[in-house]
């Protein structure tokens, strides 16, 4: 997948469009930062882009690690950001179903259920 | 509800501790921060207490904001970060199990549907 990487100087507004476009077309993104600066860019662009993307039902979480990169032949620790809907799963896009063993897989077709008592 | 206010000298891993306390206790936890290295510590110590907490099935995620705030009547734009398990939603504390997102988050309110399909 793509990486988006953050930098100190990186404008948190065209990082947060960038991350948008990705978080549309792939589903989630992933952001590196080195360094505090690089970080708090990389923080304010999702706060941003849920501005963005909140229009369309998205509501972006991010998932912060850690992450060893070598830059020049110098190790460093770098932090990862994975950005995703919150009820994103890696495999299913979007809703993932039912993990009861009556619903066997993607398929199932959950329209109809749709508890009408009035 | 409490906030942690995290400092750019505040020690990531203590940050982390207390984090995961807030979590198991209240369901969720808001982190404040001013400044690029008080964030970076924020997001340092959110990315240890995941592995704090994910023995007990716990995701953590984030959902970083611009908040103002006012200090020595300065006003200042912080950044806060509501950490909360993946399924969180608002109403519900504690339990969120079964990591299949049934229904789309937040206004699934699952407790108190004590079955009115009479």
């Known amino acids: 997948m793509e990486v988006l990487k953050v930098a100190a100087k ?12 990705v978080i549309r077309e792939q589903g989630m993104a992933e952001m590196q930062a080195i360094g505090a600066g690089a970080i708090n860019q990389a923080i304010k662009a999702i706060a941003i882009a849920r501005g963005f993307v909140a229009p369309s039902g998205i509501d972006l979480v991010c998932v912060p690690a850690f992450v060893d ?22 495999g299913g896009r979007g809703r993932n179903e039912l993990p009861g063993p009556r619903a066997p897989a993607k398929n199932q077709s959950t329209e109809g259920q749709s508890t009408k008592t009035d």
Do not use: F, W
Request: no cysteine; hydrophobic share 40%; aromatic share 2%.
């Open 10 to 21: 990186s404008n948190p507004n065209s990082v947060a469009g960038a991350l948008a476009g």
């Open 69 to 90: 990169v070598t830059i020049d032949e110098i190790e460093k620790t770098a932090i990862k950001l994975i950005v995703s809907p919150r009820s994103y799963s890696r």
